[in-house]
């Protein structure tokens, strides 16, 4: 589940650095697997087939989060022409089992494709994502509003 103002702002983040691929992630409290903070972060290759955090900048953002008792929830780049499929090489990078790896696709200038999924010891499972106005609101389960008298 996240918010829909962290996903327009990855799609935004995404089209402006088209057609190279843009890179950042989503940060939220620790054990909480809420994304809140967006980061956005420099794609130190600049490149339009390949993504790397800055160095620099990945210490800064990790420091940040240390600070806030907060984790990467979601890492995210963006594809610009190829569908949003973690490539080989997105998937030897991957290291943060907890993470959401969050893909969009910029190849079609019309509409974007977004998509999710968990990457393990190289194990890629895709994931549905469900796109919410707010959290407070967006249902938790069958016992999410207590009983009337």
Do not use: K, W
């Not at 790397?52 to 979601?74: G, W």
């Amino acid at each position: 589940m996240i918010r829909r103002d962290l996903v327009d702002a990855m799609v935004a983040h995404a089209r402006r650095d088209h057609p190279d691929e843009a890179c950042g992630i989503i940060a939220g409290p620790e054990g909480s697997d809420r994304p809140e903070r967006f980061v956005a972060m420099d794609n130190a290759e600049r490149s339009p087939t390949f993504y790397r955090f800055d160095s620099m900048e990945q210490l800064r953002v990790h420091r940040e989060m240390s600070a806030n008792d907060e984790e990467t929830i979601v890492v995210y780049h963006s594809h610009t022409a190829t569908e949003a499929y973690p490539s080989r090489t997105d998937i030897s990078y991957a290291s943060e089992p907890q993470a959401h790896y969050v893909l969009i696709s910029t190849r079609d200038p019309e509409q974007h494709e977004l998509r999710s999924y968990r990457i393990v010891d190289g194990v890629v499972t895709e994931e549905p994502v469900e796109v919410v106005e707010s959290y407070m609101f967006a249902h938790t389960g069958a016992d999410d509003t207590p009983d009337c008298p």
